[in-house]
C-alpha cells in the first residue's frame, strides 16, 4: 500500500513567509523560510513545498539562494514553484537543491511545457499545479496565482495535465484557502477516481478530522498551512491521529 503524505505549505513573498485567505486577503507573516524548514524537518514530515506568490507577475522564478539554503538545512525531499516557464529554470531550480518543481501558469499557456519537462528531468521532479474555483456557471483553473480566470474545466485539466507527463497533479481550492472550514472532499474523491497519478489536496485543513477527511476521500497526500502556521496542531499530532485511524 503507497504510503499517505503531510506536505506543510509555504508561500514566498520577498524572502519571507506568508499567508492569506483565498489567495489575497488578510496577508500575515509566518516566519523566516529557513528557520521554518529547520523545524518541521525536526518534526520529520514527508515533504515540504515553497511557492512564491509574487514570482509569476514579476516574471522571474522563486530566490534560488532560499532553495540552497533551505537544502543545506533539510533532509526531507521539497518542491519549489513560482514563475517556472522554461527548462533552464527547471534545470537552475533543481541544480539549487529542489527535489521537484510546481507549473501552473506556464502549463496554462503551454501544455506541451509539461511534456516537455517531464522529458527532460523524469515526471518524479514535475508537478501540475491547479488553483480552481467555483461558481454558478462551473468549476474553472485559474492562472497566475489565482488572478486570471480561464475557460478550463478542472477537472479536463487534471486529467490533460496526467496525460501530459506530470508526476503529480495538486489541486488548490481557491475558496477554501485559508479558511481552515476543510478540503473539497467531492473534487478529491471524484479526480482520485479518475486520475492514475498522485494526487496533493491543498486548500482547507483546519483540524485533525480535516486531514483524515481528504486522505481518505483519495489523496495520496495533503498539504496543511493555516493550520500548523495559526493552531496548536503540529505533524507530529497529525501523524498520531492518522496513524490511530489507521492511515498508513
Not at 104 to 118: G, H, T
Not at 162 to 169: M, N, V
Request: glycine content about 8%; hydrophobic content about 40%.
Amino acid at each position: 500500500m503507497v504510503k499517505k503524505r503531510i506536505i506543510p505549505k509555504f508561500l514566498v513573498r520577498g524572502g519571507r513567509l506568508v499567508k492569506a485567505i483565498q489567495f489575497f486577503e488578510n496577508f500575515r507573516e509566518a516566519g523566516n523560510a529557513v528557520s521554518t524548514a529547520k523545524v518541521y524537518d525536526s518534526y520529520g514530515v514527508d515533504e515540504m513545498i515553497f511557492l512564491d506568490i509574487d514570482a509569476t507577475p514579476e516574471d522571474r522564478i522563486i530566490d534560488t539562494e532560499i532553495i540552497k539554503r533551505v537544502s543545506e538545512e533539510v533532509f526531507m525531499p521539497f518542491t519549489v514553484g513560482g514563475g517556472v516557464n522554461d527548462l533552464k529554470q527547471i534545470e537552475e531550480l533543481l541544480k539549487s537543491g529542489a527535489d521537484k518543481v510546481s507549473i501552473n501558469s506556464a502549463a496554462i499557456e503551454n501544455p506541451k511545457f509539461i511534456s516537455q519537462a517531464a522529458s527532460r528531468f523524469g515526471d518524479q521532479c514535475i508537478v501540475a499545479a491547479i488553483d480552481y474555483k467555483s461558481s454558478n456557471e462551473g468549476i474553472f483553473v485559474f492562472g497566475q496565482c489565482g488572478k486570471t480566470k480561464t475557460s478550463l474545466d478542472l477537472e479536463s485539466w487534471a486529467l490533460r495535465m496526467e496525460d501530459a507527463g506530470a508526476g503529480e497533479i495538486m489541486i488548490t481550492s481557491i475558496d477554501r484557502d485559508g479558511s481552515m472550514d476543510g478540503y473539497d472532499l467531492d473534487m478529491i474523491e471524484n479526480l482520485s477516481n479518475k486520475l492514475e497519478k498522485p494526487l496533493i489536496a491543498s486548500s482547507g485543513a483546519g483540524n485533525l478530522k480535516h486531514c483524515h477527511d481528504a486522505l481518505d476521500a483519495g489523496a495520496s497526500a495533503i498539504t496543511i498551512s493555516s493550520m500548523f502556521i495559526f493552531t496548536d496542531n503540529s505533524p507530529i499530532k497529525v501523524r498520531t491521529y492518522l496513524s490511530d485511524k489507521g492511515v498508513n
